[in-house]
């Protein structure tokens, strides 16, 4: 009788939820916070509180270069830049050149996902190859690249029969030749995520299209492009995104003012001519774009969705 | 309108063998039913005939003209397929028309338009062409697949067990439905499916495939009275055919299980000699429950189908199955006694299981 309630005791405390925990020591939710806390410390010392005081940056002159105290000049920063046609110039080559690499990206990375969607041998390891690049450091592919380019060694040239041709000190080619790299660099991306569209397509609807003879252009055009078309989206976004903001590139390229792109003016602003204040502003303005650009794409992503 | 002929096909799957020298033979405006079990070898035939897959050797000849080297378009086939594949993000007007619109044939808008409209009335989806494929039903979007292939007026159609995926009630009305439409087309189909009571109800003639061989090809009728073996005797019929093992001693069946005789008056194909294995292939229908019947049996199961009852009767070790009117009061447990139409008795080979009421 009395090890028949022993043995009932027993199992109630391995039943009882309560006391599994403090067995183990720490409650499922003391878990969950030893996990969260640290990344959302982290988030809050380095991209919140940072955020939120170049926000408030952005409504002085200050200027981190000097000991002055900052004033608050009001909405002048943002009215200055608004209205500074240099500003606008930046932003158009940063348009042009988000506008080339993307196109360029999005043309080379489905043409070769297409290549790759039929059956190949090896298709596992040239698809792997192909993704190379985009691992790189855009650092070692803009110096490479640089070594590339060059009129007098430089293997391009050498292979195109274009002699001393003058790809990044020329001010017409800079630009496009900065864009080349970048669609070098990060097609693959735009390939992996149409190759993900691509497969997901169902192959018995091929087999109709052909049974309804279908051509190979209208079946791409009515049953491929519509059904890759959300996750081409998707890369779209996300290479726009990331061309909008792009830095290390055409810097460690190139420095012609033809290849100035937003950010590297932003760059100069903030840490060569030490205009603190204004850079903020500056910086703000180009978050509101790329957030109202990002915006359009994803109203429009969700209506393809629907189609 | 076409008339289609297969010519010693085989076609292997790496080391595995899917079809093995099938010959076939689809008359013009026939309605031609491919009945077998999955793997063997249905959708296969159905596939080398449209195109999509070359068979590893032999012929397939359209109207007489060997179409090795013609693509899937070429062929003017049509294809419903058991997974509708309609084309996602349009609608079931655009699902139509998609056909129509490919440059190979050229058709002129307002012909489009009457097409799908009479083609959407035949199916009575007519209420549906604006509407999105993903928000149709299971059924609406069979039929709408049915619509495509009919709206092209192809030479033949080409069905893979598109009522497969469908609720009872909606697969007997489209199985009204499609045999109809082929009687008014008069167009050549080839329907593939493993429901043999599909195949009973729609064919015209029946192909029974066994694991990449033709085993037999013949009317509903033929197939059903006078199967060419066991393995087409089970696999028509619901329930099928019963077999039983005996002999045959001077025109009277003997059977093994009970060592009593029944009469026997089928004709044989070759002559049978007295005493030799066989096996009695004897249909539900044709099995006689009747107080003064020679043999005794107990009921060892009622399942009552509402027009009739199926029977399990245990006879020794054995068991039948017997289908009785719907009236006939029985229960389980219960001793009765059973005899068979003699007329309708079908011999078979005990060894190979092959009829002896075909020539040899």
Redesign the interface.
């Known amino acids: 009788m009395g090890r028949e309630r022993a043995l009932a005791t027993a199992v109630m405390t391995t039943l009882d939820p309560k006391s599994r925990a403090a067995s183990r020591g720490m409650s499922d939710i003391a878990i969950r916070n030893l996990f969260i806390i640290p990344t959302i410390v982290f988030l809050i010392v380095f991209n919140i509180f940072p955020l939120l005081y170049s926000l408030g940056y952005s409504f002085t002159d200050f200027r981190a270069s000097s000991p002055a105290a900052a004033n608050f000049v009001g909405l002048q920063n943002y009215r200055e830049l608004l209205n500074d046609p240099f500003i606008w110039t930046n932003f158009a080559i940063t348009a042009k050149y988000v506008i080339v690499s993307v196109v360029g990206q999005v043309i080379v990375g489905f043409g070769v996902a297409l290549l790759l969607n039929r059956d190949i041998p090896f298709k596992g390891l040239i698809t792997t190859l192909l993704l190379l690049p985009m691992m790189l450091s855009m650092a070692v592919v803009g110096l490479f690249w640089k070594l590339l380019y060059d009129p007098s060694f430089g293997i391009i040239n050498y292979v195109l029969g274009l002699g001393r041709f003058e790809w990044l000190s020329n001010p017409d080619v800079a630009l496009y030749a900065v864009a080349i790299t970048d669609i070098w660099m990060w097609s693959p991306f735009v390939m992996l995520l149409s190759l993900a569209g691509l497969s997901a397509v169902p192959k018995h609807l091929y087999e109709a299209a052909a049974i309804d003879r279908a051509g190979t252009l209208y079946t791409f055009f009515r049953i491929t492009l519509p059904l890759v078309a959300p996750i081409l989206m998707i890369a779209i976004i996300f290479r726009t995104m990331e061309a909008f903001k792009t830095f290390d590139l055409a810097y460690i390229m190139t420095s012609q003012p033809t290849t100035e792109v937003i950010s590297i003016r932003l760059y100069k602003m903030a840490f060569q001519e030490w205009q603190t204040g204004r850079s903020c502003a500056l910086a703000y303005i180009v978050l509101i774009m790329v957030l109202a650009i990002t915006n359009i794409y994803v109203k429009y992503l969700n209506k393809v969705k629907e189609r | 309108m076409a008339h289609i002929q297969l010519k010693n096909i085989t076609k292997k799957f790496g080391s595995h063998t899917a079809l093995r020298n099938l010959n076939l033979d689809i008359g013009d405006g026939e309605f031609f039913v491919l009945l077998g079990e999955t793997g063997a070898g249905k959708t296969t035939t159905l596939r080398i005939i449209?195109g999509?897959d070359k068979p590893t050797a032999g012929q397939v000849f359209i109207d007489g003209i060997d179409v090795a080297d013609w693509?899937?378009?070429e062929r003017?086939?049509?294809?419903v397929?058991q997974?509708y594949?309609l084309?996602?993000?349009y609608t079931v007007r655009q699902n139509l028309e998609?056909?129509l619109?490919?440059?190979?044939?050229r058709v002129g808008d307002a012909e489009i338009a009457e097409r799908v409209d009479r083609v959407a009335k035949t199916l009575r989806i007519d209420h549906l062409l604006e509407r999105k494929t993903d928000r149709l039903s299971g059924g609406e979007m069979q039929r709408v697949s049915i619509g495509?292939a009919i709206v092209?007026k192809p030479r033949v159609f080409l069905m893979d067990e598109p009522l497969s995926a469908l609720d009872a009630k909606l697969r007997e009305a489209l199985r009204t439905e499609l045999k109809n439409i082929q009687m008014n087309l008069g167009q050549t189909f080839l329907f593939v499916t493993h429901d043999q009571i599909e195949a009973m109800s729609m064919g015209d003639k029946i192909g029974v495939l066994n694991h990449g061989n033709l085993v037999q090809t013949g009317t509903p009728s033929e197939i059903y009275n006078n199967p060419k073996n066991t393995f087409v005797a089970r696999a028509v019929g619901s329930p099928p055919m019963n077999l039983v093992h005996g002999k045959l001693v001077s025109g009277r069946a003997v059977l093994d299980a009970v060592e009593q005789e029944l009469p026997y008056a089928g004709k044989l194909g070759a002559t049978v000699g007295d005493g030799r294995d066989v096996t009695f292939g004897i249909r539900p229908e044709d099995i006689v429950v009747d107080s003064g019947a020679p043999i005794a049996a107990r009921v060892h199961d009622v399942e009552n189908h509402g027009v009739e009852k199926i029977l399990t009767l245990r006879v020794a070790d054995t068991t039948l199955h017997a289908t009785v009117s719907a009236q006939t009061k029985l229960a389980i447990d219960e001793d009765v006694r059973f005899s068979w139409n003699p007329e309708k008795v079908v011999v078979f080979d005990k060894a190979t299981g092959k009829s002896l009421q075909h020539a040899a």
């Open positions: 449209a999509l693509g899937a378009a003017d086939v049509a294809l397929l997974q594949s084309y996602p993000r998609f056909p619109k490919s440059k190979l044939r495509r092209r």
